[in-house]
C-alpha cells in the first residue's frame, strides 16, 4: 500500500500561488494515477486534478481550469499542485490519492495522505 505525505499548504493572499507536494513511498509509485482533492469546512470532499501515471494525460476541476497545474517525477515519488491565482474560496484542507484507474471520484483511490491546509484571505 502506497502512503502519501503532504505539504506545502499555507495562510496567503488572494491572487498569490502556493506549491503542494506529496511524497509516496515505496517502489511503484510510477504505477499508480494521482489526484489531488479537497475538502472546506462543511463541504464533501470533491475533485481537484489528476495525472496520470506517465503524466502525459492530466485533468482538472472546471473551478481551478488554468490556474492550477497538476505534476509528477516519478524519479522522486513527488506528485505536484501548483496553484496560481488563489482565491478564498481555494480554502481547504488539500489531500493527494493514490489509484489504478484514471477517474474522478475519490471512490476509485485507496491511498490517501493526511492532508495540508490552504487559507486564502481576501
Given at each position: 500500500?502506497?502512503?502519501?505525505?503532504?505539504?506545502?499548504?499555507g495562510l496567503v493572499q488572494a491572487g498569490d500561488?502556493?506549491?503542494?507536494?506529496?511524497?509516496?513511498?515505496?517502489?511503484?509509485?510510477?504505477?499508480?494515477?494521482?489526484?489531488?482533492?479537497r475538502q472546506a469546512p462543511g463541504k464533501e470532499r470533491e475533485f481537484v486534478a489528476i495525472?496520470?501515471?506517465?503524466g502525459d494525460a492530466t485533468s482538472y476541476a472546471d473551478s481551478v481550469k488554468g490556474r492550477f497545474t497538476i505534476s509528477r517525477d516519478n524519479a522522486k515519488n513527488t506528485v505536484?499542485?501548483?496553484?496560481n491565482s488563489l482565491k478564498p474560496e481555494d480554502t481547504a484542507v488539500y489531500y493527494c490519492a493514490a489509484g489504478?484507474?484514471?477517474?474522478?471520484?475519490?471512490?476509485?483511490?485507496?491511498?490517501?495522505?493526511?492532508?495540508?491546509?490552504?487559507?486564502?484571505?481576501?
Amino acid at each position: 500500500q502506497v502512503q502519501l505525505v503532504e505539504s506545502g499548504g499555507g495562510l496567503v493572499q488572494a491572487g498569490d500561488s502556493l506549491r503542494l507536494s506529496c511524497a509516496a513511498s515505496g517502489r511503484t509509485f510510477s504505477t499508480y494515477v494521482m489526484g489531488w482533492f479537497r475538502q472546506a469546512p462543511g463541504k464533501e470532499r470533491e475533485f481537484v486534478a489528476i495525472i496520470s501515471w506517465s503524466g502525459d494525460a492530466t485533468s482538472y476541476a472546471d473551478s481551478v481550469k488554468g490556474r492550477f497545474t497538476i505534476s509528477r517525477d516519478n524519479a522522486k515519488n513527488t506528485v505536484y499542485l501548483q496553484m496560481n491565482s488563489l482565491k478564498p474560496e481555494d480554502t481547504a484542507v488539500y489531500y493527494c490519492a493514490a489509484g489504478r484507474r484514471y477517474r474522478i471520484t475519490a471512490n476509485e483511490y485507496y491511498g490517501w495522505g493526511q492532508g495540508t491546509q490552504v487559507t486564502v484571505s481576501s
